[in-house]
């Protein structure tokens, strides 16, 4: 398969015209979102959704989101009398806050993992919102990245990936968030985070109150929850401080440094302090150390608060510790 790259530079309606138009034949096609690029494809259509599992490799029980860009294609995929949702929406739509509702029956099995739930979130990006008002369709788009790498927050990393399996790329330059949205479970009793983003607890509560906690089962609601994620080839090693690395490793090892410290002799350095510089340039980091062999990323922990949250649970799952 031929894989179109629509620039958004020269000729932004022909590309998102064109981008749309595929969707709408069922094809698939990385869209930029605020977050990640998403692999999008028409989220009503069995055979489209079949397509974005084929093309990442992805396991066919792990949901996908459906991106939405208003209220009428909410109320045609999902149960909306929830007590919460209206000031949920009000707060975080459209933005990087994903829901967690009972879907109706349109919404195929290939867009749920076989749930009987469906993810959804109004994405805070003019352009992935303008080809799904071109669409006419929720649009399913989880990352658009091969199954387990880390995620792409450039139109270069999806090609990377994709080139050769995919219909067409939209390049609209880099995400400006760089991580994954929230993901919000609201079909138990106590809404629960299933994965933290950009939008944090303190900022959900602030609206809706305190939050319950997530089980096992209803975690799987939420795609990034199971099964291997954002992985490098390198192994990733997460310290608490710089002294409690081993520097002798850096005569034997090609070793990338992803903080504030760097030490001496390393191979690779990305100078990152605060969660907002992690969560855009994490996943990029990651993807320049495999393509220059590095073997360890060396990586400072940052604090759990806030976006911290997020960073700390993909660079956690890059480690293989959740």
Not at 180 to 209: F, H, N, Y
Not at 237 to 261: Q, R, Y
Request: with cysteine.
């Amino acid at each position: 398969m031929k894989t179109e790259l629509l620039s958004c530079n020269d000729d932004l309606s022909g590309s998102i015209e064109r981008a749309a138009a595929l969707i709408r034949l069922g094809e698939v096609v990385a869209i930029p979102t605020e977050t990640v690029y998403g692999l999008g494809a028409d989220g009503l259509n069995p055979s489209a959704t079949g397509k974005i599992y084929t093309a990442k490799g992805r396991p066919s029980d792990n949901p996908l989101i459906l991106h939405i860009s208003d209220r009428a294609q909410l109320e045609m995929i999902a149960e909306t009398n929830h007590p919460m949702l209206e000031a949920l929406m009000s707060a975080f739509w459209p933005g990087s806050l994903t829901l967690v509702l009972p879907k109706k029956e349109v919404v195929p099995p290939t867009s749920t993992g076989g749930l009987d739930t469906v993810a959804v979130r109004m994405p805070n990006h003019k352009i992935a919102l303008e080809i799904i008002r071109k669409a006419g369709v929720p649009i399913a788009a989880p990352s658009a990245n091969t199954s387990g790498k880390p995620s792409p927050t450039n139109a270069q990393h999806v090609a990377e990936d994709l080139t050769g399996r995919i219909a067409a790329i939209v390049n609209a330059g880099p995400c400006t968030i760089g991580v994954e949205s929230t993901v919000l479970d609201l079909t138990q009793e106590k809404p629960a985070i299933l994965r933290p983003g950009a939008v944090t607890r303190d900022q959900i509560e602030s609206v809706i109150g305190a939050l319950g906690s997530a089980t096992a089962d209803i975690s799987k609601h939420s795609p990034g929850t199971r099964y291997r994620h954002y992985c490098p080839n390198a192994e990733v090693i997460i310290i608490n401080e710089p002294c409690d690395f081993d520097t002798a490793v850096l005569e034997m090892k090609k070793v990338a440094w992803i903080g504030s410290h760097p030490p001496q002799g390393a191979k690779k350095v990305f100078k990152l302090t605060t969660a907002e510089d992690y969560a855009r340039e994490i996943f990029n980091a990651l993807r320049i150390c495999d393509s220059e062999g590095i073997e360890i990323i060396v990586v400072e922990e940052i604090s759990d608060a806030g976006l911290g949250a997020a960073v700390m649970d993909r660079l956690r799952r890059a480690a293989g510790k959740s």
